[in-house]
């Protein structure tokens, strides 16, 4: 078991502050689905204990106070409000299997239509958006209901070992990463590249992918220089500020 984590020392407080910006913006970007879906991040140094967001609020009004410090059991250690149960299960597996410091889980219109086709996932050969996840998704094609044990998130995690994004037949995506910047620079241009994907489909006409390796080179070279990630998640920082209540 780790050491006594502070609430409120800096690093936790920043930490709590980014994770409710990841929050607030991704309902400004259409991200959010009523009050579901969640976002975490572990704490440093500490592989069994994370911040989450709380059960039965709107991402719109989450702020630092409102985040949930909890471990791998779901156990809360520290905040004022409930977790959702499939969020400890889901969360809980993805970080203590695969190590993922960052995991963000939603059901995004265009890349949950993705899973419901054949294919289940982003074509990462179309657009230079999509050319970003080459390599880097993994498919769960078998939808098995709400993820409500440990059995299920378990599954879902073993999918995302080697991954950072997945695709979740009929339900959604994940996407994970080392820092929240990063993770949501991710999260907003996946679904960016399924919007595209989904309207180019929408034509009717064919669709003219791009070599696997150049795919591949697009991939490498996005994923070698994060400043923009960085500048994006700053912007947004300044766009939108923490509710006051």
Not at 62 to 68: E, F, L
């Amino acid at each position: 078991m780790s050491a006594a984590i502070d609430y409120n020392s800096t690093e936790v407080r920043t930490l709590r502050e980014d994770l409710a910006l990841a929050l607030r913006a991704a309902a400004h970007h259409g991200l959010s689905e009523g009050v579901c879906n969640h976002f975490s991040v572990l704490l440093p140094g500490a592989q069994d204990r994370y911040l989450i967001n709380p059960r039965g609020l709107h991402w719109s009004e989450v702020g630092a106070d409102d985040i949930v410090l909890i471990d791998v059991h779901g156990e809360v250690l520290a905040g004022r409000h409930r977790v959702e149960p499939t969020a400890l299960f889901i969360h809980g597996a993805i970080h203590r299997l695969t190590g993922h410091a960052v995991v963000l889980h939603v059901h995004a219109p265009y890349a949950t239509a993705l899973t419901l086709t054949a294919d289940r996932a982003l074509d990462p050969t179309l657009s230079q958006n999509a050319m970003r996840y080459m390599g880097r998704i993994a498919i769960d094609a078998d939808y098995n209901g709400l993820a409500l044990d440990d059995a299920e998130g378990e599954r879902i995690a073993q999918v995302m070992v080697g991954k950072d994004v997945a695709f979740l037949a009929n339900h959604g995506v994940v996407v994970a990463g080392a820092t929240i910047a990063h993770a949501y620079d991710d999260l907003y241009y996946l679904e960016r590249a399924a919007l595209h994907q989904v309207i180019a489909q929408s034509t009717g006409r064919p669709l003219v992918p791009v070599a696997p390796a150049l795919a591949a080179r697009v991939a490498a070279q996005i994923q070698g220089e994060r400043e923009q990630s960085d500048l994006f998640f700053e912007a947004l920082r300044r766009l939108l500020p923490a509710p006051t209540r």
